[in-house]
Protein backbone atom coordinates (compact mmCIF):
# COMPACT_ATOMS: atom_id res chain seq x y z
CA UNK A 1 0.00 0.00 0.00
CA UNK A 2 2.29 2.11 0.64
CA UNK A 3 4.60 1.36 -2.30
CA UNK A 4 0.90 2.73 -4.40
CA UNK A 5 1.30 6.55 -2.41
CA UNK A 6 4.89 6.41 -2.91
CA UNK A 7 4.57 5.95 -6.64
CA UNK A 8 1.59 8.61 -6.56
CA UNK A 9 3.99 11.28 -5.09
CA UNK A 10 6.89 10.36 -7.17
CA UNK A 11 4.28 11.05 -10.42
CA UNK A 12 2.97 13.98 -8.68
CA UNK A 13 6.32 15.55 -7.62
CA UNK A 14 7.85 15.04 -11.08
CA UNK A 15 4.27 16.43 -12.79
CA UNK A 16 4.86 19.76 -10.02
CA UNK A 17 8.68 20.15 -11.43
CA UNK A 18 8.28 19.39 -15.09
CA UNK A 19 6.85 22.37 -15.84
CA UNK A 20 8.54 24.54 -13.13
CA UNK A 21 11.56 23.81 -14.45
CA UNK A 22 10.77 24.76 -18.35
CA UNK A 23 9.81 27.95 -16.71
CA UNK A 24 12.56 28.70 -14.62
CA UNK A 25 14.52 28.01 -17.60
CA UNK A 26 13.02 30.02 -19.90
CA UNK A 27 12.91 32.42 -17.35
CA UNK A 28 16.96 32.51 -17.34
CA UNK A 29 17.96 32.08 -21.07
CA UNK A 30 15.11 34.74 -22.46
CA UNK A 31 16.22 38.08 -23.50
CA UNK A 32 15.88 41.10 -21.05
CA UNK A 33 15.78 44.63 -23.32
CA UNK A 34 13.59 46.56 -21.35
CA UNK A 35 12.35 49.34 -23.71
CA UNK A 36 9.35 52.03 -23.16
CA UNK A 37 7.81 51.33 -26.39
CA UNK A 38 7.70 47.64 -25.51
CA UNK A 39 5.80 48.67 -22.55
CA UNK A 40 3.11 50.67 -24.61
CA UNK A 41 -0.47 49.67 -25.28
CA UNK A 42 -0.89 47.36 -28.13
CA UNK A 43 -4.25 47.13 -29.76
CA UNK A 44 -4.65 46.40 -33.35
CA UNK A 45 -1.61 48.50 -34.67
CA UNK A 46 -3.60 51.76 -33.54
CA UNK A 47 -3.14 54.30 -30.62
CA UNK A 48 -6.26 53.80 -28.47
CA UNK A 49 -8.99 57.20 -28.31
CA UNK A 50 -10.67 57.55 -25.61
CA UNK A 51 -11.80 55.43 -22.81
CA UNK A 52 -10.43 52.18 -23.47
CA UNK A 53 -12.19 50.07 -20.75
CA UNK A 54 -15.55 48.59 -21.99
CA UNK A 55 -17.69 46.61 -20.21
CA UNK A 56 -19.86 43.91 -21.38
CA UNK A 57 -23.09 42.77 -20.50
CA UNK A 58 -23.51 39.73 -18.34
CA UNK A 59 -26.32 38.40 -20.88
CA UNK A 60 -23.43 37.44 -23.17
CA UNK A 61 -21.56 35.48 -20.40
CA UNK A 62 -24.35 33.56 -19.39
CA UNK A 63 -25.61 33.05 -23.33
CA UNK A 64 -22.15 31.65 -23.86
CA UNK A 65 -22.38 29.31 -20.83
CA UNK A 66 -25.36 27.99 -21.12
CA UNK A 67 -23.79 26.86 -25.01
CA UNK A 68 -21.17 24.90 -23.44
CA UNK A 69 -23.16 23.26 -21.20
CA UNK A 70 -25.36 21.85 -24.14
CA UNK A 71 -22.25 21.33 -26.09
CA UNK A 72 -20.60 18.95 -23.59
CA UNK A 73 -24.62 17.32 -23.66
CA UNK A 74 -24.08 16.48 -27.32
CA UNK A 75 -20.56 15.21 -26.77
CA UNK A 76 -21.82 12.82 -23.84
CA UNK A 77 -24.71 11.83 -26.27
CA UNK A 78 -23.04 10.72 -29.04
CA UNK A 79 -20.88 7.81 -27.83
CA UNK A 80 -24.13 7.02 -25.97
CA UNK A 81 -25.97 6.79 -29.60
CA UNK A 82 -23.18 5.38 -31.44
CA UNK A 83 -23.23 2.22 -28.93
CA UNK A 84 -27.23 2.16 -28.34
CA UNK A 85 -27.72 -1.28 -29.51
CA UNK A 86 -24.67 -2.57 -27.21
CA UNK A 87 -25.99 -1.33 -24.34
CA UNK A 88 -28.19 -3.07 -21.82
CA UNK A 89 -31.70 -1.40 -20.75
CA UNK A 90 -30.73 0.01 -17.72
CA UNK A 91 -28.39 2.43 -19.96
CA UNK A 92 -31.86 3.88 -21.93
CA UNK A 93 -32.61 4.53 -18.21
CA UNK A 94 -29.91 6.69 -17.33
CA UNK A 95 -29.76 8.11 -20.10
CA UNK A 96 -33.50 9.33 -19.38
CA UNK A 97 -32.08 10.94 -16.25
CA UNK A 98 -29.39 12.05 -18.09
CA UNK A 99 -31.58 14.26 -20.59
CA UNK A 100 -34.47 14.79 -17.91
CA UNK A 101 -31.61 17.42 -15.90
CA UNK A 102 -30.46 18.91 -18.75
CA UNK A 103 -34.44 19.64 -20.15
CA UNK A 104 -34.79 21.14 -16.66
CA UNK A 105 -32.08 23.03 -16.86
CA UNK A 106 -32.99 24.53 -20.16
CA UNK A 107 -36.18 25.00 -18.57
CA UNK A 108 -35.18 26.89 -16.03
CA UNK A 109 -32.62 29.40 -18.24
CA UNK A 110 -35.86 29.75 -20.20
CA UNK A 111 -37.74 31.06 -17.27
CA UNK A 112 -34.92 33.37 -15.89
CA UNK A 113 -34.28 35.09 -19.25
CA UNK A 114 -31.04 33.75 -20.03
CA UNK A 115 -32.00 33.05 -23.70
CA UNK A 116 -33.18 36.50 -24.49
CA UNK A 117 -30.67 38.19 -26.30
CA UNK A 118 -30.91 41.66 -25.59
Not at 1 to 26: H, I
Not at 74 to 102: C, D, K, M, R, T
Request: net charge neutral.
Amino acid sequence: MQNEFLFVGVLLLVALLLPAGGLGLAWLLRPHKPNALKKTAYECGIETIGETWVQFKVSYYIYALIFVVFDVEAVFLFPWAVAYNQLPLYALLEVSIFIAILVFALAYAWRKGALKWI
